[in-house]
């Protein structure tokens, strides 16, 4: 059984005193759920939001992070330095770093490898564009920002990663996949798994939806078999809106 995680990506929003408003809010809403929530707000954000969700069940994750230790990377931030602020959990291959930061399927594998090897969790995203969608490969997509996002990632480390997948044209647009769109590539990365580890590894990797989530529809896409969470953009900004997510959500 696998329990639902639903993630809030900030995205490049929020100065230290809306973050400081909006935890505050989502804390107050938030009656002890089984449901694992985690906010990632931007890097000038996260010390404040550490302090601030102590004690809570809100958890921390960041929206990216660099591959390597240290060094002349003007702009970057490390795997470390990200565990020093208190983060469980970081972002990589987001459709965003992909499209606007040209991000490879090579090197967001080589982000997987350092963000576990600095025991941070990676939320590795996938999903086609409408192009991709229209011209029918969408698992072919798919099937390859997964595997080579986790090339050479071991069973054991799998296990513990989250797969998000959400699909381009759904982000941000209002638009969202059907709860039966969704679900059909969930199962399909599901089957990848099971192909490259094994059933029972391929049972405990968490999968969330992303793609223009809202309280309206959630409890829809929650209910597929292999939707295991959401990875949520712009609903997360509003307490109102992450709450209503998360209370919609049948765990
Ligand atoms: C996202 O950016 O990961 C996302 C899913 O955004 P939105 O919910 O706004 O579509």
Redesign the pocket.
């Known amino acids: 059984m696998r329990n639902k995680v639903i993630a809030g990506?900030w995205?490049m929003n929020n100065s230290i005193e809306e973050s400081v408003k909006l935890i505050s809010e989502l804390k107050q809403g938030l009656n002890e759920t089984d449901i694992k929530v985690i906010i990632c707000p931007p890097f000038t954000s996260l010390e404040t939001a550490n302090a601030l969700i102590k004690g809570s069940q809100i958890e921390l994750g960041a929206q990216n992070m660099h591959n390597e230790t240290s060094g002349a990377f003007t702009g970057e931030i490390s795997a470390s330095m990200l565990k020093s602020v208190g983060c469980k959990y970081v972002i990589l291959g987001?459709s965003e770093r992909r499209a606007i930061f040209g991000e490879s399927n090579e090197f967001i594998n080589k982000k997987v490898h350092k963000a576990l090897s600095e025991n941070l969790i990676p939320i590795l995203c996938v999903g086609e564009s409408l192009e991709e969608r229209e011209k029918n490969i969408t698992k072919d997509v798919v099937k390859k920002q997964l595997l080579v996002g986790l090339d050479s990632v071991s069973s054991d480390q799998a296990e513990g990663i989250i797969i998000a997948y959400?699909p381009v044209w759904?982000?941000?647009t209002g638009k969202t996949a059907s709860p039966e769109q969704a679900q059909e590539v969930h199962e399909f990365i599901r089957t990848l798994l099971e192909e490259k580890y094994s059933k029972e590894t391929a049972e405990k990797v968490i999968i969330q939806y992303?793609?223009?989530?809202k309280p309206e529809n959630a409890f829809e896409l929650l209910s597929q078999k292999d939707i295991d969470g959401a990875?949520?953009?712009?609903?997360c900004l509003k307490a109102d809106s992450f709450l209503g997510i998360i209370k919609a959500v049948k765990n």
């Open positions: 990506n995205k987001h959400e759904a982000i941000g992303g793609g223009s989530v990875l949520v953009g712009g609903a």
